[in-house]
């Protein structure tokens, strides 16, 4: 029977799950709509969709893990959680160029890279959404070997009676997934880190230019700075919660008994959950309908 502390965080990780589903599978409705009244997407919708499956699909794989693991069916748990890990690297790609686009479109800066970037960006994205596929193929692909080399040694314990192997077998499984999540996930976060900071910067020099020539002005460009930083700001905060639970998970692995465990869960899932909220809130046509419905 599980603690009260278990139990308790049990409970707020379903709800927060299926909140999170709501969030995800309503945008997929509206710009799936959207897509089919007009056979296209903007490139940042086209982002954003990509981002509401593939959270949708976390959530619900996530659910589904750990009911299985609860009950005992560890082996399709960890044949789910390949998927989970292809999932879960596509969304940090996914939110790492929706942060360069954001960045790109917006900044004011005037070099010739930029520049470039700019006019031709929407037309990288279906490019930039394949490079985070194949990376998440990579992902689970490391995943995958991680727990049949894993799953080796385990076998190799029960085999030989060997009860120090199964500290090694742990010991391997925690720094082969410390390894591929600083090579799979640190690459998207400064991205990500960049990206914010650039805004930053292309923020207060256009602040300090309009106060030179116009004090007291505020112009559409500088609202859309402000729109898109705030909205990054909340992503930065949450990516970091995310990335860090997921560290700290690689560097001690805890069993689901443990209220550590749920609490590492809820965590991570109200992040993603907070996150989707923004993305509507930032969103034009999700905040319209938003509007419109109640």
């Given at each position: 029977m599980p603690s009260t502390p278990t139990l308790i965080f049990m409970i707020i990780f379903c709800l927060v799950?299926?909140?999170s589903l709501l969030h995800n599978g309503f945008m997929i409705i509206v710009l799936g709509r959207e897509w089919m009244r007009k056979r296209a997407l903007s490139a940042a919708d086209t982002i954003v969709a990509s981002l509401a499956s593939s959270?949708?699909?976390?959530h619900g794989m996530t659910i589904l893990i750990n009911l299985l693991a609860s009950f005992g069916f560890c082996y399709q748990a960890n044949l789910l959680g390949i998927l989970w890990d292809f999932t879960n690297t596509l969304i940090l790609w996914l939110t790492a160029w929706l942060a360069v686009f954001y960045c790109v479109k917006i900044s004011s800066f005037s070099h010739p890279a930029l520049f470039w970037l700019k006019w031709r960006i929407s037309r990288l994205v279906p490019r930039l959404l394949l490079c985070s596929v194949i990376m998440g193929g990579l992902s689970a692909?490391?995943?995958?070997?991680?727990?049949?080399?894993?799953?080796?040694?385990?076998?190799?314990?029960?085999?030989?009676?060997n009860c120090t192997l199964g500290h090694m077998t742990l010991d391997f499984f925690r720094y082969?997934?410390?390894?591929?999540?600083?090579?799979?996930?640190?690459?998207?976060?400064?991205?990500?880190?960049?990206?914010?900071?650039?805004?930053m910067f292309s923020l207060f020099r256009h602040v300090v230019k309009l106060r030179d020539h116009r004090p007291g002005a505020c112009d559409f460009h500088t609202q859309a700075h402000t729109m898109a930083l705030k909205s990054?700001?909340?992503?930065?905060?949450?990516?970091?919660l995310f990335f860090l639970?997921?560290?700290?998970?690689?560097?001690?692995i805890k069993t689901m008994q443990s209220h550590w465990y749920w609490a590492r869960e809820v965590i991570i899932y109200m992040g993603i959950s907070l996150n989707s909220i923004m993305l509507v809130l930032s969103n034009p046509k999700l905040r319209k309908t938003v509007k419109m419905r109640f």
């Open positions: 799950s299926l909140a959270r949708f699909c976390l692909i490391i995943s995958a070997t991680g727990n049949i080399i894993a799953i080796q040694m385990t076998i190799s314990q029960g085999s030989l009676g082969c997934y410390l390894a591929h999540a600083v090579l799979m996930w640190l690459t998207p976060f400064f991205l990500f880190l960049v990206s914010i900071i650039l805004l990054l700001t909340f992503f930065f905060i949450f990516y970091i639970s997921l560290v700290i998970f690689a560097t001690k």
